[in-house]
């Protein structure tokens, strides 16, 4: 849209009086943040009235995105960066006196995601809104999120994220949208006069979702889509009500991920996940036969993705709404609901697969557990003779006394992919391999792909302005055009600025640190960054293995010079995964012998940040040199942290695993650090089961003496914590064979020093990563979704 400096002034002086009844100097940030908010979705508001009667008017097919996470960081400069008013804005506040990005940072982070997935969910919505396509978010409006990390003596402490603390100003509640989900009670098929079955039911318990919808806006294109969100309160119809009723609804929406350690626990994510399942599933079947003649159309009209198997439940869903409320038999509601439902899977853990006790589940939802049980005879019966009895078993939605999701979630949808082409392969030969025996048709690949607006456009402006001042601003909206800088390698004075730009962004990120933190660390230090949800497979034990090693080599040879580190830390744990809180415990011991040690001074330091979220990573990522990609070979289904990393020139250390590979492949192995077991080597071990990680803490004395660090005192405070990872490794034959990489992995690091004191090279090893970048934008990822499963025009990237 187009705006004056002057005209935006005026209308935010007029939102501040309207808003606070008082003059500018006398607001606070979060009021000044707020207000401006409240301006932005006014300049916005007819953008989003215009794209939903757009749609409507013009019968087009909808999509709609369903994922238990979204995280889509602050809203503020990423809208107004998507409707053209971001310069206008920041020059516009600069002559009220007032400064933008102190604004900006008074903004709460969404607390609706953890990770990967959450984010991942958010760039595809980013990037539907931006190719025109009438994309749909559908998720849970978390009153707490995950958690608010934050370290006391060591450890991760939880405490609750009240980012609602002052309300959403992006979010529109839609109480007329409301609908019922219910729970439990007796459900049983009463005969009708015309032979069908009727399902009735009785004492079940109600909840009313509330969704509050959130607009997406598209990039520079007058299209703004739906995040919905659902609330779960208590309906209307509950005049008395006891606080245990009230509070058994409200922790449906309290927190991402209860703890699901326990039964209570596991009932509570079930609950989640029917619930916004059901609600996303009934909002669209009700808009769309507002709008549409006949439920028959539903296939041509309606495409509904599940990310990951937490929205399952949609499948069951679907039927029950079509069968009991619309009348279709079996066989027309299945052949509509395959028709509707695709399904990423995200991962080849088993313990992420998602699986469910019978009895609980049959409780908790009768009807839904009717209709898998009827999914699960028909899918024995039609494939039992072809397939034998045995691989049946094996891949039916039911079995050893469990609901079993990610089954389900292949035989209702009529797409499965997997998220980089080692973890598709994967699907097909490992996790999902019955299945794809079954169904080979549905399998394909998509590659995982990140929101270069947000990642590069927003998060590192200086890197973005000189690539506009390089190749033009293009790039901005057609990414793969960022391949036009590679001939700049052999440009110094390109690459000079490169390295200032770099410069320009450890100074943001050290100031930050110094601030919060109260660590000095250099700018002129290598950046060694991992960034990622805590888990043992990701092994940021192996990176505090590297940083020991360090240590002990400036403690045994203190006047040998060395290359400067900074190894910089951000991950939160599951609040029930011990394991990996033991882990963030030795990071931040190590962290604190390390720091503190004078004979250490500043040529190395830990910084573990805590609260990991996405503006936490908006300022680390801009700044890195190394970005750890370590995780086993075989266990990352792809990886975006890797994406965004690479995007801002950090080279890759990495295993050859998910999306690491693809990495390697469009920048070039040379401009990585590639190490460590392939996926082959691994599987070899699982099969021959002769992995012995003694053999390589016995053959190696610089591997023993950091094993032997954890538990002889060399590392104070951590007698308990020690000996469990010691253990861990050596008694239980270290399940991720974090000692068999250590040897490669300490090669490429000690490499990694060498290279980086030839600037002009190392910068050229960079440029090659942004310039590959664009391969990875969610734009192109999304286009590929539109193209080979939803179905679904789209605007064209070129």
Same mark, same amino acid.
Request: glycine residues 6%; charged residues 20%.
């Given at each position: 849209?187009? @705006?004056?400096?002057?005209?935006?002034?005026?209308?935010?002086?007029?939102?501040?009086?309207?808003?606070?009844?008082?003059?500018?100097?006398?607001?606070?940030?979060?009021?000044?943040?707020?207000?401006?908010?409240? @301006?932005?979705?006014? %300049?916005?508001?007819?953008?989003?009235?215009?794209?939903?009667?757009?749609?409507?008017?013009? =019968?087009?097919?909808?999509?709609?995105?369903?994922?238990?996470?979204?995280?889509?960081?602050?809203?503020?400069?990423?809208?107004?960066?998507?409707?053209?008013?971001?310069?206008?804005?920041?020059?516009?506040?600069?002559? @009220?006196?007032?400064?933008?990005?102190?604004?900006?940072?008074?903004?709460?982070?969404?607390?609706?995601?953890?990770?990967?997935?959450?984010?991942?969910?958010?760039?595809?919505?980013?990037?539907?809104?931006?190719?025109?396509?009438?994309?749909?978010?559908?998720?849970?409006?978390?009153?707490?999120?995950?958690?608010?990390? !934050?370290?006391?003596?060591? /450890?991760?402490?939880?405490?609750?994220?009240?980012?609602?603390?002052?309300?959403?100003?992006?979010?529109?509640?839609?109480?007329?949208k409301s609908c019922i989900v219910q729970f439990g009670g007796n459900v049983w098929l009463q005969p009708q006069a015309d032979g069908s079955l009727q399902p009735q039911s009785e004492n079940t318990e109600d909840?009313?979702?509330?969704?509050?919808?959130?607009?997406?806006?598209?990039?520079?294109?007058?299209?703004?889509?739906?995040?919905?969100?659902?609330?779960?309160?208590?309906?209307?119809?509950?005049?008395?009500?006891?606080?245990?009723?009230?509070?058994?609804?409200?922790?449906?929406?309290?927190?991402?991920?209860?703890?699901?350690?326990?039964?209570?626990? *596991?009932?509570?994510?079930?609950?989640?996940?029917?619930?916004?399942?059901?609600?996303?599933?009934?909002?669209?079947?009700?808009?769309?036969?507002?709008? =549409?003649?006949?439920? $028959?159309?539903?296939?041509?009209?309606?495409?509904?993705?599940?990310?990951?198997?937490?929205?399952?439940?949609?499948?069951?869903?679907?039927?029950?709404?079509?069968?009991?409320?619309?009348?279709?038999?079996?066989?027309?509601?299945?052949?509509?609901?395959?028709? !509707?439902?695709? /399904?990423?899977?995200?991962?080849?853990?088993?313990?992420?697969?998602?699986?469910?006790?019978?009895?609980?589940?049959?409780?908790?939802?009768?009807?839904?557990?009717?209709?898998?049980?009827?999914?699960?005879?028909?899918?024995?019966?039609?494939?039992?003779?072809?397939?034998?009895?045995?691989?049946?078993? *094996?891949?039916?939605?039911?079995?050893?006394?469990?609901?079993?999701?990610?089954?389900?979630?292949? +035989?209702?949808?009529?797409?499965?992919?997997?998220?980089?082409?080692?973890?598709?392969?994967? @699907?097909?030969?490992?996790?999902?391999?019955?299945?794809?025996?079954?169904?080979?048709?549905?399998?394909?690949?998509?590659?995982?792909?990140?929101?270069?607006?947000?990642?590069?456009?927003?998060?590192?402006?200086?890197?973005?302005?000189?690539?506009?001042?390089?190749?033009?601003?293009?790039?901005?909206?057609?990414?793969?055009?960022?391949?036009?800088?590679?001939?700049?390698?052999?440009?110094? =004075?390109?690459?000079?600025?490169?390295?200032?730009?770099?410069?320009?962004?450890?100074?943001?990120?050290?100031?930050? !640190?110094?601030?919060?933190?109260?660590?000095?660390?250099?700018?002129?230090?290598?950046?060694?960054?991992?960034? $990622?949800?805590?888990?043992? %497979?990701?092994?940021?034990?192996?990176?505090?293995?590297?940083?020991?090693?360090?240590?002990?080599?400036?403690?045994?040879?203190? *006047?040998?010079?060395?290359?400067?580190?900074?190894? +910089?830390?951000?991950?939160?744990?599951?609040?029930? /995964? =011990?394991?990996?809180?033991?882990?963030? $415990?030795?990071?931040?011991?190590?962290?604190?012998?390390?720091?503190?040690?004078?004979?250490?001074?500043?040529?190395?330091?830990?910084?573990?940040?805590?609260n990991y979220g996405v503006s936490i990573a908006e300022l680390i990522i801009p700044a890195a040199d190394v970005s750890e990609q370590i995780s086993t070979a075989s266990k990352e289904a792809s990886g975006t942290?890797?994406?965004?990393?690479?995007?801002?020139?950090?080279?890759?250390?990495?295993?050859?695993?998910?999306?690491?590979?693809?990495?390697?492949?469009?920048?070039?192995?040379?401009?990585?650090?590639?190490?460590?077991?392939?996926?082959?080597? !691994?599987?070899? /071990?699982?099969?021959?089961?002769?992995?012995?990680?003694?053999?390589?803490?016995?053959?190696?004395?610089?591997?023993?003496?950091?094993?032997?660090?954890?538990?002889?005192?060399? +590392?104070?405070?951590?007698?308990?914590?020690?000996?469990?990872?010691?253990?861990?490794?050596?008694?239980?034959?270290?399940?991720?064979?974090?000692?068999?990489? %250590?040897?490669?992995?300490?090669?490429?690091?000690?490499?990694?020093?060498?290279?980086? *004191?030839?600037?002009?090279?190392?910068?050229?090893?960079?440029?090659?990563?942004?310039?590959?970048?664009?391969?990875?934008?969610?734009?192109?990822?999304?286009?590929?979704?539109?193209?080979?499963?939803?179905?679904?025009?789209?605007?064209?990237?070129?």
């Amino acid at each position: 849209m187009k @705006l004056t400096c002057a005209q935006f002034k005026k209308d935010f002086l007029s939102e501040i009086e309207t808003l606070y009844s008082t003059s500018l100097s006398d607001t606070s940030t979060i009021g000044q943040f707020i207000a401006l908010g409240q @301006l932005v979705r006014r %300049y916005n508001s007819q953008s989003w009235t215009r794209t939903a009667k757009f749609y409507r008017d013009h =019968h087009q097919k909808q999509v709609y995105y369903f994922s238990i996470e979204f995280l889509p960081g602050r809203l503020l400069a990423s809208n107004l960066l998507n409707l053209n008013l971001l310069t206008t804005v920041k020059k516009g506040l600069t002559e @009220l006196g007032l400064d933008f990005e102190t604004i900006s940072q008074a903004e709460p982070d969404p607390a609706l995601g953890n990770g990967g997935l959450g984010r991942l969910a958010a760039c595809y919505m980013d990037a539907m809104a931006s190719l025109k396509i009438a994309g749909n978010g559908n998720g849970i409006r978390y009153r707490y999120g995950l958690f608010k990390q !934050v370290f006391m003596d060591g /450890y991760q402490v939880e405490l609750p994220d009240d980012w609602l603390h002052h309300g959403n100003v992006w979010e529109t509640r839609r109480d007329n949208k409301s609908c019922i989900v219910q729970f439990g009670g007796n459900v049983w098929l009463q005969p009708q006069a015309d032979g069908s079955l009727q399902p009735q039911s009785e004492n079940t318990e109600d909840v009313l979702a509330v969704p509050y919808d959130v607009g997406i806006v598209g990039y520079h294109n007058d299209i703004t889509n739906t995040l919905r969100l659902w609330s779960a309160e208590l309906p209307p119809s509950a005049t008395y009500s006891s606080q245990d009723q009230r509070d058994r609804i409200s922790e449906i929406t309290k927190v991402l991920y209860p703890d699901d350690s326990n039964s209570a626990g *596991q009932q509570l994510r079930l609950r989640q996940e029917y619930f916004f399942s059901s609600a996303g599933v009934q909002s669209i079947v009700r808009d769309f036969c507002a709008t =549409h003649h006949g439920i $028959k159309l539903l296939g041509k009209k309606v495409a509904i993705h599940i990310n990951d198997t937490h929205p399952t439940l949609v499948i069951p869903e679907m039927m029950r709404l079509l069968m009991d409320e619309h009348h279709c038999s079996w066989e027309v509601a299945w052949t509509l609901t395959t028709q !509707v439902m695709s /399904y990423t899977n995200h991962t080849i853990l088993q313990e992420a697969l998602e699986t469910w006790p019978i009895d609980m589940f049959k409780n908790l939802l009768p009807r839904i557990y009717q209709i898998i049980a009827e999914i699960d005879r028909r899918y024995r019966e039609q494939q039992t003779p072809i397939f034998g009895k045995a691989l049946v078993d *094996q891949t039916a939605p039911l079995g050893n006394g469990q609901v079993r999701m990610a089954y389900l979630a292949v +035989i209702g949808s009529h797409s499965v992919n997997g998220v980089a082409p080692l973890h598709t392969e994967l @699907l097909k030969t490992d996790v999902l391999r019955g299945l794809y025996q079954v169904y080979p048709e549905r399998f394909n690949n998509k590659t995982n792909g990140i929101a270069t607006r947000r990642w590069v456009q927003l998060a590192n402006q200086p890197l973005a302005q000189l690539i506009d001042q390089t190749i033009g601003s293009d790039w901005r909206r057609q990414p793969d055009l960022l391949q036009t800088l590679l001939p700049y390698q052999q440009d110094d =004075h390109f690459l000079y600025q490169l390295g200032q730009v770099k410069l320009t962004n450890k100074q943001a990120l050290a100031a930050y !640190v110094q601030r919060t933190m109260g660590i000095k660390i250099r700018t002129d230090a290598i950046y060694d960054v991992q960034i $990622k949800r805590l888990h043992a %497979y990701k092994r940021q034990l192996l990176h505090v293995f590297e940083i020991l090693r360090e240590y002990f080599a400036i403690k045994d040879h203190p *006047q040998q010079p060395v290359v400067p580190r900074v190894h +910089i830390f951000g991950a939160k744990a599951a609040p029930s /995964y =011990h394991y990996a809180k033991a882990i963030i $415990k030795l990071i931040n011991v190590v962290a604190d012998m390390v720091n503190q040690d004078p004979a250490i001074g500043d040529r190395l330091k830990i910084v573990f940040i805590p609260n990991y979220g996405v503006s936490i990573a908006e300022l680390i990522i801009p700044a890195a040199d190394v970005s750890e990609q370590i995780s086993t070979a075989s266990k990352e289904a792809s990886g975006t942290s890797n994406m965004k990393l690479m995007a801002n020139g950090a080279l890759s250390l990495a295993t050859y695993d998910g999306a690491n590979i693809d990495i390697m492949q469009a920048a070039g192995a040379e401009n990585e650090y590639p190490f460590g077991l392939k996926v082959n080597e !691994v599987y070899d /071990y699982y099969h021959r089961g002769n992995y012995h990680a003694a053999d390589f803490y016995d053959a190696d004395p610089e591997l023993k003496r950091l094993l032997d660090s954890l538990i002889d005192g060399t +590392i104070p405070g951590i007698p308990t914590v020690g000996r469990e990872i010691y253990d861990s490794l050596l008694r239980y034959n270290d399940e991720f064979f974090v000692l068999a990489d %250590y040897r490669a992995y300490v090669t490429q690091q000690q490499q990694i020093s060498r290279d980086f *004191q030839n600037q002009p090279t190392w910068q050229q090893r960079s440029l090659a990563n942004i310039a590959a970048s664009g391969h990875f934008a969610a734009d192109l990822a999304v286009a590929r979704y539109a193209d080979d499963i939803w179905q679904v025009p789209h605007e064209r990237l070129n």
